[in-house]
C-alpha cells in the first residue's frame, strides 16, 4: 500500500510586516482625539447656548421689568402716606436699585382750574403776561385780588368796572400760583390757581433698549424698547354723588421733587419728607374750569382728554346729553380749551388738595 500523504500545512500565519509606531507619534494621535472632543463639546455648547440665549435674555428682562414695577408701586404708597403727613415729617425708605435708576422730570404737567365761589357772578382771570392778569367780573362785584406763590403774597385794590380790568403784579410763578377775588366786603368770588408738578422716572435696561416708568400727580404713565408712552393710571380726579343729590369734584395733586443723587446699589435708603399739604379749594363751586398739559411727550396729554371725554362723547352719540353728568369740554369738542363738570343743574362741590413730598438720601 502507498503511505497516505499528508499535505504540509503552514500552522504559523504570515506575518505582514509593518513600519513600528514612534511613542511621540503615538502621543499625537492621543492629542488629536482630545483636541476633536474638545471641539465637539465645544460646538454643541455653543449652539445651546445660542438656543437658550433668547429665553434668557427675556427671563432677565422679565425679573427686571416686575422689579422696576414693584418699586413704582412702592414709590406710590410711600409718597400718598409721606404727603399726607405734616410738615417736616414723613418717612424712610429702602429699595434695591441694581439694574434701575431714579430720577426727577421737573414741572412735568400743569394743571390750572378756575371756579366761582359764588352764584351772583361770572368773573374771568386771565393771563395778559408774565406780569399781568385781567379781570371780568360780569356782575362789577370784583374789587380786590390776592395773588399767592412760594414766594408771598400780594394784594390790589381796584374800581368796579363793566369792563376788564388789568392788575400789574410783582409775583413771579416757579411753580404754583394762586389768585383769589374778593367782592367789597372782602368775601372770596372766585379762585383760580395754576400749579406745575414734577414727578420721577424710574428707567430700567432691558435686553432691546431701555424701560421707562414716570409717576406724575398719582399718574403712571411707562414705554418699552421701541414702543410710544402709553397711560396705565390716571391722575385721581373724581366726581362722586353725594346722597341729597348733589355732587362733589375731588382731585388730588401730587407734587414729588429729588434733592440730589439717589444713586444706585442693594440698599438705597431714602428719606420722604412732607413740604405740607394744601387745600386749593374746599365748599361750593360754581363755573368750574379746568386744563392739563403734559410736557414729558406729546402722546400722553391726548390720552388724558380720551379718557376724560370717553364717556362724554358715547352719549353725545347716543343723544342722552340731557341726562349726562360728568366731565363735559368747556368750548370745543376736543377738550382743547380745558373741561368743565356738567350736573344737570345740581349743585358741585370741589375739593382740591395737594400733597408735597421731598425725596432724598
Known amino acids: 500500500m502507498m503511505p497516505k500523504v499528508v499535505p504540509y500545512v503552514n500552522a504559523q500565519p504570515n506575518t505582514v510586516w509593518r513600519p513600528s509606531l514612534r511613542r511621540d507619534q503615538r502621543a499625537v494621535s492621543e492629542v488629536l482625539g482630545v483636541v476633536m472632543m474638545l471641539a465637539m463639546v465645544i460646538t454643541i455648547m455653543g449652539g445651546v447656548w445660542v438656543f437658550l440665549n433668547p429665553y434668557i435674555t427675556d427671563f432677565e428682562d422679565n425679573t427686571n421689568w416686575n422689579s422696576a414695577t414693584g418699586i413704582a408701586e412702592r414709590f406710590e404708597d410711600r409718597i400718598d402716606v409721606a404727603g399726607g403727613a405734616p410738615e417736616g415729617t414723613g418717612i424712610r425708605h429702602t429699595l434695591a436699585l441694581q439694574s434701575t435708576m431714579i430720577q426727577s422730570v421737573e414741572k412735568v404737567e400743569t394743571w390750572t382750574m378756575a371756579a366761582d365761589l359764588t352764584p351772583y357772578d361770572s368773573v374771568t382771570v386771565r393771563d395778559e403776561n408774565s406780569s399781568a392778569l385781567g379781570i371780568y367780573s360780569m356782575n362789577e362785584t370784583a374789587r380786590s385780588i390776592t395773588i399767592e406763590t412760594e414766594y408771598g403774597v400780594e394784594s390790589f385794590s381796584f374800581e368796579a368796572s363793566h369792563e376788564e380790568v388789568l392788575v400789574r403784579h410783582n409775583s413771579t410763578q416757579q411753580h404754583w400760583m394762586v389768585v383769589t377775588v374778593f367782592d367789597s366786603d372782602n368775601n372770596p368770588i372766585h379762585r383760580s390757581f395754576t400749579y406745575l408738578i414734577s414727578g420721577i422716572q424710574i428707567t430700567t435696561s432691558l435686553g432691546q433698549g431701555e424701560h421707562q ?18 397711560v396705565s393710571h390716571f391722575p385721581k380726579i373724581e366726581i362722586d354723588p353725594l346722597v341729597n343729590g348733589e355732587f362733589r369734584l375731588s382731585l388730588v395733586l401730587s407734587d414729588v421733587t429729588i434733592n440730589g443723587s439717589l444713586g444706585s446699589g442693594n440698599k438705597i435708603g431714602m428719606n420722604m419728607i412732607s413740604m405740607g399739604p394744601m387745600t386749593l379749594f374746599s365748599g361750593e363751586a360754581y363755573n368750574v374750569k379746568f386744563t392739563v398739559v403734559n410736557s414729558l411727550n406729546d402722546l400722553i396729554t391726548p390720552q388724558y382728554h380720551d379718557r376724560m371725554l370717553d364717556e362724554y362723547n358715547l352719549n353725545r352719540a347716543s343723544g342722552t346729553l340731557d341726562t349726562y353728568v360728568g366731565y363735559a369740554p368747556f368750548l370745543r369738542a376736543s377738550g382743547a380749551d380745558g373741561f368743565t363738570v356738567e350736573t344737570q343743574g345740581a349743585q358741585l362741590y370741589l375739593e382740591v388738595d395737594v400733597k408735597r413730598v421731598e425725596v432724598s438720601r
Open 213 to 230: 416708568i414716570a409717576l406724575m400727580n398719582n399718574a403712571r404713565v411707562e414705554r418699552f424698547p421701541n414702543e410710544p408712552w402709553s
